[in-house]
């Protein structure tokens, strides 16, 4: 009786074990069914790689986009060729990140929010931690006091651990006169 017991009881364990891998491993990926799961372009983008101001796309949390995307683990952005070339670029695992434009001149200002998602979508710039972010673009300088550049981002970040749940900070990016780039993470409250 007690053999009965105890491997009854084993059996129950692993059942419960596959069952919560299979939901793990499944539940994300029905999540993802919503329009925004493969949109990866950037639909406010005028012939020269400008995002305008004069609309929005959408919102995400208590922003208004001028653009906003999704970047996702296991997809890869099909856009096309990089919009800026840089001299060097780094990131970091706090995602923390700087790099170079080169040839950067004013002009290239323009330029600099479709250059810096493109970097995200290319998942270059990490903006997730475990599966995937939806990232909204709302708030752009393009030519701040001192002739360079600031970007605001907001992200929300999808991740699982224990349970599947959403997080966010924001993304500032700085561009100086000389075609240097920085962008850092900001908590949000």
């Known amino acids: ?15 419960i074990i596959l069952i919560c891998v299979i939901a ?10 919503d329009n925004n799961t493969k949109t990866s372009v950037t639909v406010n983008l005028n ?3 400008e995002i305008s101001n004069s609309q929005t796309e959408g919102s995400l949390g208590s ?3 001028l653009s906003k995307f ?14 800026l070339k840089t001299d060097s670029f780094q990131t970091f695992s706090s995602g923390a990140f700087f790099g170079k434009i080169k040839g950067y001149s004013p ?4 330029q600099f929010a479709a250059f810096i998602n493109q970097l995200m979508q290319e998942q270059k710039v ?3 931690i475990h599966l995937r972010a939806d990232v909204c673009l709302y708030n752009q300088d393009l030519l701040n006091p001192e002739n360079g550049a600031s970007l605001n981002y ?20 700085d561009l100086d006169p000389s075609g240097n780039f920085v962008g850092y993470r900001k908590t949000t409250k």
Request: charged share 20%.
């Open 107 to 110: 002009e290239h200002n323009k």
């Open 47 to 49: 012939s020269n790689n």
């Open 154 to 173: 907001y992200v929300e970040h999808y991740y699982c651990t224990n349970h599947c749940q959403t997080g966010n900070f924001e993304i500032r990016v």
């Open 70 to 83: 999704r970047v996702e683990k296991g997809v890869n952005y099909s856009g096309g060729p990089e919009i």
């Open 63 to 65: 922003h208004q986009c």
């Open 24 to 33: 793990i491993k499944f539940y994300p990926q029905k999540n993802n069914n």
């Open 1 to 15: 009786m007690p053999k009965k017991i105890l491997l009854t009881s084993l059996l129950l364990i692993l059942l």
């Open 126 to 128: 990490l903006t997730y």
